[in-house]
Every structure is written in C-alpha cells, then in structure tokens.
C-alpha cells in the first residue's frame, strides 16, 4: 500500500472510463488468454488505479485497452482490495499525449456547463463491485460493467454458460449472452433505476446473498472446477 499511498500524494486526474484487460496465465476452457473488464478511478501519465474483478499480483505485466484512453502496456506495482496500481510503460511522446488528454478532462469536470448524457437504457453504477450466486449456492465476487433495469452486464473469474440460472446482488435473472469480458445477464423481474444501485450493487455475507436471491442452500463441493 506504500507505493500507493505515494500516488494518491501525486497530482493526477480522478476519471472514471471503462476499459478491460488481461492477466498472465488466466484461460478459459479453450486455452485462450481471458478478458475481464475494469474501470479506472484515477489516472496520471505514469500509472493509474484501476477496479478489476481480479487482482493479478505485484509484479504481473499486463495489455490494457480503455474507451478514451487506447491500448496500454503496464505492470502492477501495488494492490488493493479489488484494484491495483499499474505503472503505465510508453514512450515520452504518447506520455505527453496522455498529459493533454488529462489536462482537458480537468478542465472539463470543473466546467459545470458541461453537462455528460448518458442513455436512459444503460448506466454506469458508482459502486461496481458485487456478488454472482449461482444455482448450487456458490457465491463469487463480481465487476459491473453496466446495467439496466431488465439486466446487467458483468465480469468475473467464472463464466457461466448461457442459460445458466444465478443472482447478481439480490436480482435473479439468468445468463443470456456471453461477452468478450464477461456475461450479459436478464433479470426475472425489471427492476426500477431507483432500486438498482442497493439490489445489484453492492457486496453482502453470503447467507444473505443466498435467502435474498431465493437460492438453496449449497451442496457439498467434492471438487472446484478451475477456469
């Protein structure tokens, strides 16, 4: 957390802009290198903290690709709970790109005339961490990528395949497609934009997370299934 703590001491622009990545050795079933998605949080020309659904470790090199920014190269240099530090590796004329596009963003979110729309149907969530529950009871940490009132898009350690029925946060819905990053999932019931954000996003004990979603209890694992 030292180093860190060094960067939040630094001058650097606080922009949310979604992107994915991948880690090393991470594959799913067919042998190809997974994607998840993430999300930046604050951002300089030398490194940047990015929320993940998976960690990496401390030292890992990594390719990134976000909407605004473009494709990144870069290693972990710390880690934090659902986040990590990566030190940006460019050359000094894309650095001093990156510094201007900075500086117009600042700029921009101190303008209060500029006003950011976003569709009714889709939104970012603040908050873009929660829980997957699937049928057997099992419950894994889980990325918002975005949602809606009829369904949610999100990143995760496990894919589940289409059809598969399960529980983002409190709403039941099932798998309806899989995403380069993750999986698309449509709820049971639509939900209303005003309860989304404490139904969907957020993290709870795993007993409430099971009796809010409506699931069984969970049968005892003989073996875990790595992907």
Avoid at 37 to 62: N, Q
Avoid at 125 to 153: E, K, M, N, R, W
Wanted: some cysteine; overall charge positive; glycine content about 6%.
């Amino acid at each position: 957390m030292r180093v860190v703590q060094d960067f939040l001491n630094q001058r650097a622009v606080k922009v949310i802009v979604g992107g994915s990545y991948s880690l090393p050795n991470w594959y799913d079933p067919g042998g190809k290198l997974r994607t998840f998605a993430c999300r930046t949080t604050r951002v300089s020309p030398f490194r940047m903290i990015v929320e993940v659904p998976v960690v990496g470790k401390v030292g890992d090199r990594l390719t990134s690709y976000f909407r605004d920014f473009g494709k990144f190269e870069g290693s972990i240099s710390d880690t934090m709970e659902r986040s990590f530090l990566l030190e940006l590796e460019m050359t000094r004329e894309r650095r001093e790109k990156l510094s201007d596009m900075l500086t117009w963003i600042e700029k921009k979110q101190q303008n209060p005339a500029v006003l950011e729309l976003r569709k009714d149907a889709r939104f970012v969530p603040p908050v873009p961490h929660s829980t997957l529950t699937l049928a057997d009871g099992t419950i894994h940490p889980c990325f918002i990528i975005d949602c809606s009132v009829s369904g949610v898009a999100v990143s995760s350690a496990v894919q589940p395949p289409v059809g598969v029925p399960l529980a983002v946060g409190a709403c039941v819905g099932r798998v309806v497609r899989l995403l380069p990053n993750g999986i698309a999932v449509k709820f049971v019931e639509k939900q209303t934009v005003r309860d989304l954000d404490r139904l969907v996003a957020r993290t709870v004990p795993v007993a409430a997370a099971r009796i809010e979603a409506g699931l069984p209890e969970p049968v005892v694992a003989m073996s875990a299934v790595m992907v």
